[in-house]
């Protein structure tokens, strides 16, 4: 193997325990996942509540700033607003399901384009708190 982290190589080695067989490339990620870090940029300090591969769920630690947070590997680009507490993301196969943010004032939320929505990105501005659907999103 050329070019793995300690994280895929461990995985690596990981597979074939479990009695895995083929391409050692297809288990980079088969034990431990890739950091969310790398999914996941926000300008201030958070902790994750809940990461997987179809929902991301974090409080942020900052009061009365602007926060950004940009979304990697998801239907959701961005949110940025003042005095943003928690953001609750649920997706699958490339469509959001569920947005909930938390915090006072507005926020503007952006979203990548999708099998729905081909021509351009969906951008809005919303009041916090707010829980949506797909459905209200479109």
Same mark, same amino acid.
């Given at each position: 193997? #050329?070019?793995?982290?300690?994280?895929?190589?461990?995985? /690596?080695?990981?597979?074939?325990?479990?009695?895995?067989?083929?391409?050692?490339?297809?288990?980079? @990620?088969?034990?431990?996942?890739?950091?969310?870090? !790398?999914?996941?940029?926000?300008? #201030?300090?958070?902790? =994750?509540?809940?990461?997987?591969?179809?929902?991301?769920? +974090?409080?942020? #630690?900052?009061? =009365?700033?602007?926060?950004? +947070?940009?979304?990697?590997? *998801?239907? +959701?680009?961005? /949110?940025?607003?003042?005095? /943003? *507490? !928690?953001? @609750?993301?649920?997706?699958?196969?490339?469509?959001? /399901?569920? =947005?909930?943010?938390?915090?006072?004032?507005?926020?503007?939320?952006?979203?990548?384009?999708?099998? #729905? !929505?081909?021509?351009? $990105?969906?951008?809005?501005?919303? $009041?916090?708190?707010?829980? +949506?659907?797909?459905?209200?999103?479109?």
């Amino acid at each position: 193997m #050329h070019y793995v982290t300690a994280r895929e190589m461990y995985n /690596i080695a990981k597979a074939p325990e479990a009695g895995k067989t083929g391409n050692p490339n297809a288990y980079r @990620d088969f034990a431990i996942q890739q950091p969310a870090n !790398r999914k996941i940029f926000c300008n #201030h300090h958070y902790a =994750l509540m809940e990461y997987s591969k179809n929902r991301v769920s +974090l409080e942020v #630690h900052c009061d =009365l700033s602007n926060t950004v +947070l940009k979304y990697k590997e *998801s239907p +959701l680009e961005h /949110i940025e607003g003042e005095d /943003i *507490s !928690r953001v @609750d993301v649920v997706h699958s196969q490339g469509s959001l /399901i569920r =947005l909930q943010v938390e915090g006072k004032g507005e926020c503007t939320v952006s979203c990548n384009k999708s099998e #729905h !929505r081909k021509q351009r $990105k969906t951008v809005g501005n919303f $009041k916090m708190p707010f829980d +949506l659907s797909w459905n209200e999103m479109v």
